[in-house]
């Protein structure tokens, strides 16, 4: 299977978390390709503290026919507005946060990938991070 290849659109600190993570446990299944944000040293910084072939704006991360998935980690009012704009050129999308900030938001996305054919995934650091999770073990087991 050929490595899917990562742009990330939005390096702030959540990035962090997610490109630490992802250059220690996907080397064999992905490769970091672009980081991109719309404070140009920031994607630079992360691009070259983890790896990424090149750091650039987040429209070249949209028509790099290359990129195959977009990994969306930017504010939630502008995650509709990415994840279409990566569903249009023909990516697939994960977004760290909701999909979009309002129902709407996210219908239009979910109707735009199965339109386009492509994939769409969504996990909240903060709902199933560790934080929470140990919470949810604590409650479970009695405490």
């Given at each position: 299977m050929k490595p899917f290849r990562i742009g990330v659109v939005g390096c702030g600190q959540i990035s962090n978390q997610y490109l630490s993570t992802f250059t220690e446990h996907f080397g064999a299944?992905?490769?970091?390709?672009?980081?991109?944000?719309?404070d140009s040293k920031t994607a630079k910084a992360a691009a070259e503290q983890h790896g990424?072939?090149?750091?650039?704006?987040?429209?070249?991360?949209?028509?790099?026919s290359s990129i195959d998935v977009v990994l969306n980690?930017?504010?939630?009012?502008?995650?509709t507005e990415v994840n279409l704009?990566?569903?249009t050129a023909g990516k697939h999308v994960y977004a760290e946060k909701p999909l979009a900030l309002e129902r709407d938001g996210a219908r239009k996305v979910l109707d735009a990938a199965k339109d386009a054919g492509v994939r769409v995934g969504c996990a909240p650091d903060t709902f199933l991070g560790a934080g929470i999770q140990t919470c949810?073990?604590?409650?479970?087991?009695?405490?």
């Open positions: 299944v992905a490769t970091l390709e672009a980081c991109a944000d719309l990424a072939n090149r750091a650039c704006a987040p429209e070249e991360i949209y028509s790099d980690l930017t504010n939630p009012w502008a995650h704009s990566a569903i949810i073990k604590l409650l479970d087991e009695g405490w």
